[in-house]
């Protein structure tokens, strides 16, 4: 039995067939579904969890090489919470394009994560190393 880490076997399952170079999206709750991509909906309520509660979880056992994100997210959120995303990338090369450009990416992910994230534009593409 799994002790600690991430408990959720769908999420292991899904983050043990990223291999280098992979994408994984990790979205806030109104991300567009997408039928042909794996997504596991782990969304509670508003904000449980948020974006960045799965990107701490993830990181622990994830190889980061670089992330894209939107550039609206810095545009419309306050500085603090631009601040709570770049802390808890440091290091990572982040690459903000235009949200549009963004979903282009979805695509060709192994699969998406959704959350209950109430943030906007809060989505991350994160590749791996």
């Not at 949200?99 to 994230?117: N, Q, S, W, Y």
């Amino acid at each position: 039995m799994l002790q600690r880490g991430i408990l959720n076997t769908a999420i292991n399952s899904l983050l043990s067939r990223v291999r280098h170079t992979n994408t994984l999206v990790i979205a806030d709750r109104g991300f567009p579904f997408w039928p042909h991509l794996e997504t596991i909906d782990i969304s509670l309520v508003d904000d449980v969890p948020r974006v960045l509660d799965v990107l701490a979880a993830i990181k622990q056992n994830f190889t980061i090489g670089r992330v894209f994100a939107a550039q609206e997210f810095v545009a419309v959120n306050s500085p603090q919470v631009s601040g709570a995303l770049e802390d808890a990338l440091l290091g990572v090369p982040v690459t903000f394009e235009p949200h549009t450009e963004l979903k282009k990416r979805v695509p060709h992910a192994i699969g998406l994560i959704r959350t209950g994230d109430t943030i906007q534009y809060a989505n991350l593409i994160l590749e791996s190393a």
